[in-house]
């Protein structure tokens, strides 16, 4: 089975990744440097992709946009810099901010209390923790444009929480996002490119409700692997729950497409990343456990579905491939969605 990870490695070995200049930079580049087109194929785990290239100063160079568009990562121009975001989609454009109203609310409840002390460190603090738990336990009003949300603490850009707000939201997304202040807060909103994946598993998530939520864990699994087939691709959970078809599309396809149904009946649903692998964890009678839809999907067909066990316990070592990257996000992500879980 073949990750991120290595397709990144494969795509970027030999070549020196270069960012279009722009301003005056690009204005003070010119004296010094002369590009140059250049035929040098460019190979995607084996299969030739089309590709600008060019020869600057000695070196190759290929743009990051291009790149993410091939291998299926996303980046975009924030206006100041570049923004890399490993784990959706590629589309080139940066996110809408959504405006948020005016009324805050009058006191800052303390819920890092309820939370286990380990998790806060640099960044994921007591002060960022606060803010974005109010804004999970907000969202409806947020999304209604009812609710201010809670500032951020102070920030450098905040990487490691837009990391943790990413894992732990996709329906709705969670993301922090500059106010006119200089301030940050985190927002909710769901965004339009949701509109048919949300009313084509309506019917689907309706037939849910009678469930257990173990029960429910199992169906949402094998409802997006019966929509995907392993590939190195990535549609996203908004192309892949659209349709009743079989995308080919990798492993961050099957989670964020599994973690779109958690979030639609409530069950805590985060993504987890290895350096080559990415899967969930689920929140479920009173503990964590680990679900990979990918696996799930090599086992067989229908006739091997009742022999399989989709939430599997945490504790069992399954290699490096299931070797989380960023344990301390991951940590901070659950008790965002469930206070003092990791204790």
């Known amino acids: 089975m073949k990750h991120r990870g290595k397709n990144m490695a494969t795509l970027l070995a030999g070549v020196l990744v270069g960012m279009a200049l722009a301003g005056p930079v690009a204005n003070a580049a010119t004296e010094y440097f002369q590009a140059q087109r250049t035929p040098h194929p460019i190979y995607v785990d084996g299969q030739q992709v089309q590709m600008e290239t060019y020869a600057i100063n000695g070196h190759n160079y290929v743009k990051l946009r291009d790149i993410g568009e091939k291998v299926g990562f996303e980046v975009y121009w924030d206006g100041s810099a570049a923004q890399i975001v490993s784990d959706q989609p590629y589309t080139g454009q940066p ?54 949300p809670i500032p951020l603490g102070d920030h450098t850009r905040f990487g490691i929480v837009y990391t943790a707000t990413s894992t732990i939201g996709g329906y709705p997304v969670y993301e922090p996002v500059s106010q006119p202040d200089g301030s940050y807060v985190c927002t909710a909103k769901i965004p339009e490119s949701y509109k048919n994946a949300i009313e084509h598993t309506q019917s689907f998530v309706d037939g849910l409700a009678r469930m257990t939520d173990s029960e429910k864990v199992t169906a949402m699994a094998w409802y997006v692997a019966d929509r ?8 996203s959970a908004s192309e892949v729950l659209a349709q009743d078809g079989q995308l080919p599309g990798a492993c961050m396809s099957y989670a964020h497409s599994f973690r779109f149904l958690c979030d639609r009946v409530g069950i805590p649903c985060i993504l987890i990343h290895s350096q080559d692998h990415q899967w969930n964890q689920v929140y479920v009678n009173g503990q964590w456990w680990d679900v990979d839809v990918t696996g799930i999907d090599a086992t067989g067909g229908s006739v091997a579905r009742e022999k399989v066990a989709v939430m599997e316990q945490l504790t069992q070592n399954r290699g490096d491939l299931y070797k989380d990257r960023a344990p301390e996000v991951t940590a901070f992500a659950k008790e965002l969605l469930v206070p003092g879980s990791t204790m």
């Open 95 to 148: 996110p809408v901010q959504t405006p948020v109203p005016t009324t805050a609310p009058s006191s800052i409840p303390d819920y890092s209390a309820q939370a286990n002390p380990a998790i806060f460190v640099g960044e994921l603090s007591r002060e960022n923790y606060n803010a974005i738990r109010d804004t999970v336990l907000h969202q409806d009003e947020i999304i209604a444009g009812s609710y201010q």
């Open 228 to 235: 995907l087939t392993y590939a190195v691709k990535y549609p």
